[in-house]
T-cell receptor
């Protein structure tokens, strides 16, 4: 079993829909990151969380430390949100990555 | 501020050769981390350097090594290349490092193909 699990693996949505991507981890962590990777490989760091909730534009990230779970929400999704979303947790001395969620938003 | 740059962007090598990849962090960032991304294994952490010292290391064989210079630029070296080393190699920089939960800024990556 992977230490970081994401669901769903693939997600399709119509423009305007509310999107939720989940990340569960099985180890103690000091921080959790959400990353976005566009076709072509470029990665952008969206959020770093150690507790609570953060919001940036249409993106919201939450984390529940007790339940070892984090969610990334996208409100009013748009085709430009199509990308792979990756959750990563920092444990002891390294970042451990989830396998990613591939999101496609259609107009 | 200029972003993280990586050179070269694409590289083709043959088995048994060695390769050196370069990463220039954002000005003022002292931490540089390296990652390998493959279709089968996804993203994996290679190592992190901070102020010229290797601070953290992932589970890769000794063929993978790196260093950081006094200007924070970093190089990664892979010796005795194997077919399985074909991957996208990404570096990321941050102010004080991943173990402090710092935001990382990723470079565009170097795509290495081993024939």
């Amino acid at each position: 079993k992977n230490e970081v699990e994401q669901s769903p693996q693939n997600l399709t949505a119509q423009e305007g829909e509310f999107i939720t991507i989940n990340c569960s981890y099985s180890v103690g962590i000091s921080a959790l990151h959400w990353l976005q990777q566009h076709p072509g490989g470029g990665i952008v760091s969206l959020f770093m969380l150690s507790s609570g909730k953060k919001k940036h534009g249409r993106l919201i990230a939450t984390i529940n430390i007790q339940e070892k779970h984090s969610s990334l929400h996208i409100t009013a999704s748009h085709p430009r949100d199509s990308a792979v979303y990756i959750c990563a947790v920092f444990r002891t001395d390294k970042l451990i990555f989830g396998t990613g969620t591939r999101l496609q938003v259609f107009p | 501020k200029a972003g993280v740059t990586q050179t070269p962007r694409y590289l083709i090598k043959t088995r048994g050769q060695q390769v050196t990849l370069s990463c220039s962090p954002i000005s003022g960032h002292r931490s540089v981390s390296w990652y390998q991304q493959t279709p089968g294994q996804g993203l994996q952490f290679l190592f992190e350097y901070f102020s010229e010292t290797q601070r953290n290391k992932g589970n890769f064989p000794g063929r993978f090594s790196g260093r950081q210079f006094s200007n924070s630029r970093s190089e990664m070296n892979v010796s005795t290349l194997e077919l399985g080393d074909s991957a996208l190699y990404l570096c990321a920089s941050s102010l004080v490092g991943t173990d402090r939960g710092d935001t990382q800024y990723f470079g565009p990556g170097t795509r290495l193909t081993v024939l």
